[in-house]
C-alpha cells in the first residue's frame, strides 16, 4: 500500500522515538520535527483512522502492526542510504537530508539491488 510521504516520515519518527524512550506523545513528535501542536494532532489523528497507530487513554502513540512495517522499512532505508552516502564522500548533513528524501522514492527493486551491493562490500572489507 502507497502512503503520502509525511505519513512516512511521522510513522519513522514515532518508531524512532519509542526504540529511543519507549513512550511516545504527541509532544514528543512535536519537539523532534519542530511542527506545530495542531499539525501533529491532525497528522496523528489521520494515522490512526487509518489504522497505522493507536493512542491509549494517556495519549501515549504505539504502531500497529501495518505502522511498524512502513516504519521499519523507512528507517532501514534511511540508515543504508545515509551511511553509504557519508562513506562516498557526502558530508553527514547532507547525507542525512539526501536520504530522507530518496528513502521515499527509491523502488524496492532499486533499493534490494543496493543492499545486496552494500552487503558484498561490506563482506569484502
Do not use: W
Not at 491509549?56 to 516504519?71: C, F, K, N, P, V
Not at 540508515?79 to 523502488?107: F, M, N, P, Q
Amino acid at each position: 500500500m502507497k502512503i503520502m510521504e509525511s505519513a512516512e516520515n511521522y510513522l519513522e519518527t514515532i518508531l524512532m522515538l519509542l526504540n529511543d524512550t519507549g513512550n511516545v506523545r504527541s509532544i514528543d513528535i512535536v519537539a523532534e520535527t519542530g511542527y506545530t501542536k495542531p499539525s501533529i494532532s491532525r497528522a496523528m489523528k489521520q494515522l490512526r483512522e487509518n489504522g497505522y497507530i493507536t493512542v491509549g487513554e494517556h495519549g501515549y502513540i504505539d504502531l500497529t502492526e501495518s505502522g511498524r512495517q512502513i516504519a521499519e522499512k523507512i528507517y532501514e532505508r534511511h540508515r543504508l542510504l545515509s551511511k553509504y552516502l557519508i562513506k562516498i564522500g557526502v558530508s553527514e548533513e547532507t547525507a542525512i537530508e539526501d536520504a530522507c528524501r530518496i528513502e521515499h522514492v527509491i523502488s524496492e527493486e532499486s533499493f534490494s539491488k543496493l543492499k545486496e551491493f552494500v552487503s558484498s562490500l561490506e563482506a569484502n572489507e
